[in-house]
């Protein structure tokens, strides 16, 4: 399971770390599908050692941070490995959403398990599953955690029972992760049907539980994510409408208070930093 910030005394900031627009795959259920060309010319890319100077800046002001590092895929990051190997000397834990097609073996022998945990997507259109498993023991017997996340798009609901079965066989579970999107001309999770509701875990507490508008919300204040162009907003679900500042401004700092909720909706994590259970929306 991912480390928690929960249970590690003095860290009090959580950053969201979406490194770049650029994947090596083309999932159809991906939030940027369609879109890479036009959303990579924002990529910025600084060399290690000068990325390691904002990062730096961050711990003056607030010390060691949980980090959520994720893209695009981050294992195509120019000298990702050595970049994550650095900033886990200063912030951790951290973790890693990645599709696991990078160069884990190199990876293990460079990071230290203990600061990183690595949650891997399996993806179906782009990699088999014993080779995926294969990747899970990898990091397994390296001492890696995280979580194994598998977005219910509407064509693999009838292979989740099969899949699940299969990484419980190795002793992992798969997490569900919900489809939010058009498929088929259906808006989902809203269009599954009960019986699929019940093997996703969207039932109705859960669409309860996901709606946030006007609730008070630390992101901003607590945690933020931060676009590739040094963009930063509160969070993933309010994106751009609400920019807090740019991350490679020499004056960048959170929020000093906290806001309300601006989504209808919120399936993720980041108005749950501390002392409440985590869950990953990712796609």
């Not at 230290?112 to 080779?131: A, G, I, M, T, Y």
């Not at 508008?213 to 969070?235: E, N, T, Y």
Request: glycine letters at 6%.
């Amino acid at each position: 399971m991912t480390v928690s910030p929960n249970k590690l005394p003095g860290i009090k900031r959580r950053f969201t770390w979406n490194m770049h627009y650029d994947c090596n795959y083309r999932c159809p259920y991906c939030f940027f599908e369609g879109k890479w060309q036009e959303y990579k010319k924002r990529n910025i890319y600084f060399s290690t050692q000068e990325m390691m100077k904002y990062w730096s800046r961050i711990y003056e002001l607030y010390g060691c941070c949980y980090m959520l590092i994720t893209g695009g895929e981050p294992f195509t990051y120019p000298d990702f490995i050595n970049l994550i190997s650095r900033l886990s000397e200063i912030h951790n834990p951290i973790n890693i959403s990645t599709n696991a097609s990078g160069n884990l073996e190199l990876f293990v022998k460079r990071v230290d398990s203990r600061r990183v945990s690595l949650s891997v997507s399996f993806q179906p259109h782009f990699e088999k599953l014993d080779n995926f498993l294969a990747k899970v023991k990898l990091l397994r017997n390296n001492k890696f955690d995280g979580c194994i996340n598998f977005v219910a798009y509407p064509e693999f609901l009838d292979d989740i029972k099969d899949y699940s079965a299969k990484f419980k066989a190795i002793g992992e579970e798969l997490k569900i992760i919900p489809f939010w999107g058009i498929y088929e001309g259906r808006e989902y999770p809203f269009s599954y049907s009960d019986a699929q509701k019940e093997i996703v875990g969207v039932d109705a507490s859960w669409f309860k539980k996901v709606r946030k508008k006007h609730s008070l919300c630390p992101a901003g204040f607590s945690s933020a994510l931060i676009f590739p162009d040094g963009k930063v907003a509160r969070c993933g679900q309010i994106g751009e409408r609400v920019i807090i500042g740019n991350f490679f401004d020499s004056g960048f700092k959170l929020l000093d208070k906290q806001f309300a909720c601006e989504a209808e909706y919120c399936p993720c994590d980041e108005n749950k930093i501390f002392g409440e259970d985590e869950s990953d929306a990712n796609q």
